[in-house]
């Protein structure tokens, strides 16, 4: 796919979140994929052959522009998901995610067997490798959920196929993924596990503790090897016990390790994400989906990993009644942020743009709006809803209209 000449664009008449500020009738000028200038309107200088030169949208002052949200933890979306290891797969959740203002995200893998991996692993690498279009989500590498964890905490990992860390495994898939795997949940009590969070610590990739029975010292340990994150806080891990504080109370007392959560009112209460956002702050709170391929579609029957999945009413669950994934939207999860913890607004975005950002080690183009970042931008209405979204400096979907 060649990168196409795309029209610069100037936003106006909105209010904009920066990184250190918000501006509150602004103008944001995009070309070449960048954020070239910005700044309140008062500042946009008069230029005659600005029509010219620019595609102008005016827009509403009760419209907020905002960094695109960075999806780290996602398997599907719209009847798609990373495990289907076809290109069209990953171009439907790349096209769908838009809509909901998620400009960047990692693909997800699930526990599979080896071949059924490896397939995803190589597809999604080769599809990363490859120029992306600019007008769909921009997938920024592989997140790698199992099957290095602990049957005790499958969920709705397959059993079948859960394994041991294998560090030389891993660096097989890795190959196979072209250097893409930027996290990996794993369970670093299971044997192996600490010398394969040594080895992803040593490469940059991000050691992320999930599906485990860990205690509250082997946690210890592993943050000492390298581990930096909690995948999907109180999810399918060794809970906080006062004589055992587990994985959830090492994840509430230890600022090396960043949380994802999944804020649907689902998968924990709202009051125990209140209770986590005021032990972990705004800094240690990464939202995220972890949504599946019915997210964008009716409630029904679908799949995960080979397993028979029913929604209804927004709860995705196996036969046996385990959740399985989720089919939230990164919006919602802002609002449902909000109305849970009372956090401020330039917190809940935070959450959702630079703090994975950060974690990737890609903040120095993404996650904030600010001159020379990727122009990575979601216009959100008065009722928080994605009005508008522009990924790459190309306008990628419109309320009402077409995504690209």
Same mark, same amino acid.
């Given at each position: 796919m060649m990168t196409q000449k795309v029209t610069p664009i100037l936003l106006k008449g909105m209010s904009i979140y920066t990184e250190t500020n918000k501006i509150e009738t602004g103008y944001i000028k995009i070309k070449d994929q960048k954020i070239v200038e910005i700044g309140p309107q008062e500042n946009l200088k008069q230029d005659n052959n600005v029509q010219e030169r620019f595609t102008i949208i005016d827009l509403q002052a009760n419209y907020s522009a905002i960094p695109g949200f960075i999806d780290i933890h996602i398997h599907g979306a719209n009847g798609a998901d990373a495990m289907d290891a076809t290109p069209e797969a990953l171009a439907t959740m790349a096209k769908a995610l838009? *809509?909901? +203002?998620?400009? =960047?995200?990692?693909?997800?893998? /699930?526990?599979?067997?080896?071949?059924?991996?490896?397939? @995803?692993?190589? #597809?999604a690498g080769n599809y990363i490798t490859q120029p992306q279009p600019q007008g769909q989500a921009e997938i920024i590498g592989i997140h790698l959920e199992g099957p290095f964890v602990n049957k005790k905490r499958a969920g709705a990992q397959p059993l079948n196929y859960i394994i041991d860390p294998d560090k030389d495994k891993f660096t097989k898939w890795n190959k196979l993924a072209k250097g893409k795997i930027k996290l990996v949940t794993l369970a670093s009590e299971r044997p192996g596990g600490l010398e394969l969070v040594r080895y992803l610590t040593q490469n940059g990739i991000v050691a992320s503790l999930g599906h485990t029975d860990a205690t509250y010292d082997q946690v210890d340990e592993a943050i000492q090897t390298g581990a930096k994150q909690v995948t999907h806080l109180y999810n399918q891990m060794r809970e906080l016990h006062h004589r055992e504080p587990g994985v959830v109370g090492a994840a509430y007392l230890r600022e090396e390790l960043k949380t994802e959560i999944i804020v649907d009112g689902i998968h924990s209460r709202p009051e125990m994400v209140k209770l986590a956002y005021k032990q972990k702050g705004k800094q240690g709170f990464i939202l995220i989906t972890d949504a599946m391929r019915a997210k964008g579609l009716p409630d029904g029957d679908y799949e995960l990993g080979g397993q028979p999945v029913a929604v209804k009413a927004g709860k995705a669950?196996?036969?046996d009644g385990t959740i399985a994934g989720s089919v939230l939207k990164m919006n919602q999860a802002i *609002? #449902?942020?909000? &109305?849970?913890? +009372?956090? =401020?607004? !330039?917190? @809940?975005?935070? /959450?959702? @743009?630079? #703090? !994975? %950002? *950060?974690?990737l080690n890609i903040a120095d183009r993404k996650g904030s709006l @600010?001159? +020379? *970042? &990727? %122009? &990575?931008?979601?216009i959100l209405d008065e009722n928080l809803d994605v009005f508008m979204t522009i990924c790459r400096g190309k306008l990628a979907y419109q309320k009402g209209g077409e995504t690209a």
């Open positions: 838009v *809509k909901e +203002g998620t400009t =960047s995200f990692l693909a997800t893998t /699930m526990t599979q067997e080896t071949a059924a991996i490896e397939q @995803a692993l190589t #597809n669950v196996l036969a *609002k #449902n942020m909000l &109305d849970f913890t +009372g956090c =401020s607004f !330039p917190e @809940a975005i935070e /959450m959702a @743009a630079m #703090n !994975p %950002a *950060k974690q @600010a001159v +020379g *970042k &990727d %122009a &990575d931008i979601v």
